[in-house]
């Protein structure tokens, strides 16, 4: 896919999804980057547009209904088509908040409602639209965290990471709706996989406190490699740099 592919990544405005953006844009794809405060996609749009690529921002909150339709509609009307889906719009929930016995339940709601129905409403409103491409992908952005393996191996690091009952739920439940997606879909040749970024220096990590080196650009990489995706590629799957990451 290059020329003549038009792209939507959600929550693309800044971090891992504004450098997937960069990166699509740059294979001479027209991005549209979502963003819930269509001035701050705007920005995003002007700057990355500055190398030459197509860029354009459309106002989408993956958890109100209407501007998930008015971009559907907007994208119907301009291209007619849609090529490649990347839902990457997230939230962490404040980890502090979402312990195992003390989590804000209402905090957990919303991290759900972003991070899980989120996506279903976004992929089902662009579903007409990807089908309608010769060649659609849809990449669902998750975590290592979403993975039950790495949880739950005691010679992994993420086995020891605090609990917390919002955000790894939240991915681990993307990743099984990734499969679900990928079964129905893999017929009218939609390929639809998870991918997961690695711990990348953003806005969304700085909270962590952690010495992070990957940037958001080599988290960016496998949302690129998915993305375009051949027709033998695999659907239902979920990947980092290395390949296969394991459930």
């Known amino acids: 896919m290059n020329d003549g592919t038009i792209a939507l990544i959600t929550g693309a405005n800044k ?110 409103a662009m579903l007409p639209l990807l089908s309608r491409s010769p060649a659609a992908r849809v990449v669902n952005v998750s975590s290592g965290v979403g993975s039950l393996t790495f949880m739950t191996d005691p010679g992994h690091y993420m086995s020891r990471l605090p609990g917390h009952v919002a955000y790894p739920p939240s991915k681990a439940a993307l990743n099984a709706l990734t499969v679900q997606y990928a079964r129905d879909l893999r017929e009218r040749g939609i390929l639809v996989n998870a991918c997961t970024p690695g711990p990348c220096a953003t806005d969304f990590t700085r909270h962590l406190g952690l010495a992070l080196t990957r940037s958001a650009d080599d988290g960016a990489a496998i949302v690129e490699r998915l993305a375009t995706l051949g027709a033998d590629g695999p659907t239902g799957g979920f990947f980092d740099d290395e390949g296969a990451v394991p459930w």
């Open 15 to 124: 971090g891992l999804g504004r450098a997937a953006a960069r990166r699509l844009a740059g294979r001479g794809m027209t991005v549209l980057i979502g963003s819930r405060d269509r001035a701050r996609g705007a920005e995003a749009a002007e700057a990355l547009g500055a190398d030459g690529g197509d860029l354009r921002a459309v106002a989408l909150d993956v958890t109100d209904a209407a501007t998930i339709e008015a971009v559907a509609g907007e994208i119907g009307e301009r291209f007619g088509r849609l090529d490649v889906l990347v839902n990457n719009a997230g939230v962490s929930g404040f980890p502090g908040r979402t312990s195992p016995g003390t989590a804000d339940l209402e905090l957990v709601r919303r991290v759900f409602e972003t991070n899980v129905l989120g996506v279903i409403a976004v992929t089902d």
